[in-house]
Nanobody, 122 residues
Framework: QVQLVESGGGMVQAGGSLRLSCSAS????????LGWFRQAPGQERKFVAA????????DYADSVKGRFDISRNSAKNTAYLQMNSLKPEDTAVYFC???????????????WGQGTQVTVAS
């Protein structure tokens, strides 16, 4: 069982930045991929970024590549999503989730946080 708690969401003007955090509680020794997803009102949940256990491998959706940066501190079981140059279309609820293997498919992620709202004003 893994519990995930996101934080850091809020409202920001277009062009601004936010840093999301995801704190995971898991048994020591479990290695997992951590992903970020987002869901805007009336839309399906979409993949944003993922990072391997070591942090050596990352993956980004094209829509955020070059603007968002995913990182993690495995010793603290915490991951981060630094979001720069935010656009109104980035407005969504952002979720972190964990999976055993790297994937963009949400169905492969076994545990999810409750989400944190990000609103980008134009």
């Amino acid at each position: 069982q893994v519990q995930l708690v996101e934080s850091g969401g809020g409202m920001v003007q277009a062009g601004g930045s936010l840093r999301l955090s995801c704190s995971a509680s898991a048994r020591t020794g479990i290695r997992y991929v951590l992903g970020w997803f987002r869901q805007a009102p009336g839309q399906e949940r979409k993949f944003v970024a993922a990072i391997s256990w070591s942090g050596g491998s990352t993956d980004y959706a094209d829509s955020v590549k070059g603007r968002f940066d995913i990182s993690r501190n495995s010793a603290k079981n915490t991951a981060y999503l630094q979001m720069n140059s935010l656009k109104p279309e980035d407005t969504a609820v952002y979720f972190c989730a964990v999976a055993h293997q790297a994937t963009r498919k949400g169905a492969r992620y076994a545990y999810w946080g409750q989400g944190t709202q990000v609103t980008v004003a134009s």
